[in-house]
């Protein structure tokens, strides 16, 4: 299939290199990396299968137009230009979103509003209707603003591609999956290293490790609001799965998962399950200060709480001072730790080798890199 589209991955703050390393290795060339997001060229095909693929992003979008959008005869005229009745059906459900960042035209539910009208009108141009009855499948466009530069965006995704599908029941401050995937890509953690989390909560970080050691496609249980798209050929998506299921690896590799938490445990196991890792994940109830690693070289990744609550600062320190106590035992271990915590390291009681700003939802973290098996030096005190 020819390139037909403008692609764009969308991705947390901190993660675009990474979601960039993960297009390269599907294949993708010609790669542009701005903040949020990783832009490439691609086809029907190409759709369908980052959709299913990518750990890391939050969206696949299709770029459909850029242009200046100063005023509302601007921002009618460039998206009407846009032949939206060779993409969207008849009965087609349109829903439009919209920001603006230092933009002339600011109030964004206007700009929602001139937007849609453009495209109905556009629509007519092939359908001779005054109405449409919007009851078939769902094209949802986004309309961005910055700097006076208007881009319009179609969504092929629908919800977030961390919902994977497996994770029902969560604690009270969930790690997105697409973060916990970009935590594990960059340790650079393979099979053949032991890896643990002592503190696994719902199991995220252990499910979604286990998921990359078996090579098993993140998206293959869910459904993507392009599935009802006539633009992608019908079957498209059920042979990609079926391709998917044959990449599928058995090798035999067991990550720990532990926390003093029967029911986060409880919860842990049933996601597991549901994510079909269940056989490569031993969990067990054991408090932090019980913990050990596997083996000399083993890696430990884990996103401990943050103490952003009231209350809660002395008991997540205490908790971090015992990560602390543990590297130190065991010096050849490589640790990553995820934290919001501003002192973690003064706390914790040695210098990361690395740290790097991400973002889990809202709250700004910074993970923590401790390179255990490479070290040469005793580990450098605060």
Not at 307 to 320: A, D, H, N, P, T
Request: charged fraction near 30%; proline fraction near 5%.
């Amino acid at each position: 299939m020819k390139e037909k589209y403008t692609l764009v991955a969308t991705a947390s703050f901190g993660l675009e290199s990474v979601v960039a390393g993960e297009l390269k290795g599907l294949g993708y060339k010609d790669l542009i990396v701005e903040n949020g997001r990783v832009i490439f060229k691609g086809n029907e095909e190409d759709i369908v299968r980052c959709n299913l693929w990518l750990r890391v992003a939050d969206r696949v979008l299709i770029k459909v137009s850029e242009f200046d959008g100063v005023d509302f005869d601007q921002l009618f005229q460039g998206t009407y230009d846009v032949p939206w009745e060779e993409m969207i059906p008849i009965n087609g459900k349109i829903h439009v979103t919209g920001r603006s960042v230092k933009s002339k035209l600011a109030s964004v539910r206007d700009c929602q509003s001139i937007v849609k009208k453009a495209i109905v009108q556009a629509m007519k141009r092939r359908y001779r209707k005054d109405w449409f009855e919007e009851t078939g499948p769902l094209y949802r466009i986004e309309i961005s603003l910055l700097a006076d530069r208007a881009t319009l965006l179609l969504d092929t995704t629908g919800e977030g591609l961390h919902k994977r599908g497996y994770r029902k029941d969560t604690g009270e401050a969930p790690l997105k999956e697409t973060l916990a995937a970009g935590i594990i890509l960059l340790s650079r953690w393979s099979i053949d290293v032991p890896l643990s989390d002592p503190m696994c909560g719902s199991g995220t970080i252990p499910i979604e490790a286990a998921l990359l050691g078996r090579r098993m496609a993140p998206g293959r249980n869910r459904s993507f609001v392009s599935e009802g798209w006539p633009i992608i050929p019908k079957g498209l998506w059920d042979e990609m799965r079926f391709e998917a299921a044959q990449k599928v690896i058995r090798d035999n590799f067991t990550i720990i998962a532990s926390d003093n938490n029967p029911s986060a445990l409880r919860k842990a196991k049933e996601n597991a399950l549901r994510a079909g890792v269940a056989d490569v994940i031993e969990f067990k109830k054991m408090d932090l200060a019980e913990f050990e690693p596997k083996e000399d070289g083993s890696f430990i990744i884990t996103n401990p709480p943050y103490g952003i609550r009231m209350g809660m600062g002395q008991e997540v320190e205490s908790v971090y001072r015992v990560l602390g106590r543990l590297y130190r035992r065991f010096p050849t271990c490589s640790m990553f730790i995820l934290s919001a915590h501003p002192a973690f390291q003064r706390v914790f009681g040695i210098r990361a080798d690395r740290n790097r700003k991400l973002y889990n939802g809202d709250v700004r973290c910074y993970l923590y890199e401790y390179r255990g098996a490479k070290k040469t030096k005793p580990p450098k005190s605060l």
